[in-house]
């Protein structure tokens, strides 16, 4: 056994001990500069607003501060209520979203139209618009329809914002499957259905769930179209934490807790999920 062994590290062609060190160092680095924001919220989160304002520790740590937020005063949103709105939203936008990319993206990776390149840029460049400069005629035709103020404009906005992005990503994803399996279930009639179900959803699983948390979290955490559509009875949770700001006090160690309890659906979805995100995200990086 070689040194190198001995010290668990084993060095690529090329590679220096000085060099594999200072990755690691700058790794680190980056990690504790993600991170700090985070533990500083949540570490915040505990304290009562004097300590909070003042940054100090003088009164120790609680829960008081997710106990105040849990519970609403009279004319304030309420966390059940935007905890509810959100979650109906999400989850339907994302339903219609993948069943509307599935075959989409399918049918764009085995039969492409003819400049399908310029199709599915088309269909990428939709995140590119600024949200702002489209607030305008939404709002008219939203509130032509009655829409203002609930669920159904959300759902619809969401489904239109996150279907360029899945229809994008699935179609990669369905190219890594073997076409071999793709021609056989074609020669012996399969339908598409049961050519999605049997053969192309088995293999293209771990990018589907990358896809459809990544529309999960981007649906989740929306503001802009929220809090300018929804600022009565269809709130949602990012409109719940910014109404824990206050103008008459100190409100930090309550925005923090609030923060924390908006970012934990998101954060158990994409820790539940990982395997399978972490897959379906490096799918295609390796031929």
């Known amino acids: 056994m070689t040194d190198h062994e001995r010290r668990g590290t084993k060095l690529g062609v090329g590679e220096s001990r000085a060099g594999a060190i200072g990755l690691g160092v700058a ?4 990690a504790m500069l993600w991170i700090f924001p985070i533990a500083w919220t949540v570490f915040t989160s505990f304290k009562t607003e004097q300590d909070a304002s003042s940054q100090t520790l003088h009164h120790g740590l609680s829960f008081h501060r997710y106990s105040d937020v849990s519970h609403s005063t009279v004319g304030t949103l309420a966390l059940r209520t935007a905890f509810t709105n959100s979650l109906v939203v999400v989850l339907v936008s994302t339903v219609v979203v993948m069943l509307l990319a599935l075959p989409a993206a399918y049918a764009l990776a085995i039969r492409p139209v003819a400049k399908w390149r310029d199709v599915l840029f088309f269909f990428i460049s939709v995140k590119f618009l600024p949200v702002v400069a489209s607030i305008f005629p939404i709002y008219v035709y939203a509130e032509k329809w009655n829409l203002i103020g609930t ?10 914002i996150n279907l360029p ?3 994008w990503m699935m179609r990669s994803f369905f190219m890594e499957v073997p076409r ?23 293999i293209a699983a771990p990018g589907i769930a990358a896809t459809a948390l990544l529309c999960v979290i981007f649906a989740w955490n929306e503001y802009f179209y929220a809090i300018q559509l929804n600022f009565a009875g269809a709130s949602t949770m990012p409109q719940w934490v910014i109404g824990n700001v206050s103008t008459r006090g100190n409100f930090l160690a309550k925005l923090s807790a609030a923060s924390i309890i908006a970012c934990l659906p998101v954060v158990l979805a994409g820790w539940a999920a990982q395997k399978r995100m972490i ?4 799918m295609g990086a390796i031929k």
């Open 27 to 30: 790794a680190w680095a980056v």
């Open 151 to 160: 669920r159904q404009i959300l759902v619809i906005l969401y489904i239109a």
């Open 165 to 167: 992005l899945a229809i």
């Open 180 to 202: 071999e399996l793709i021609e056989a279930s074609e020669i012996d009639g399969t339908s598409l259905f049961n050519q999605l179900r049997s053969v192309i959803i088995p």
């Open 279 to 282: 897959r379906g995200l490096s």
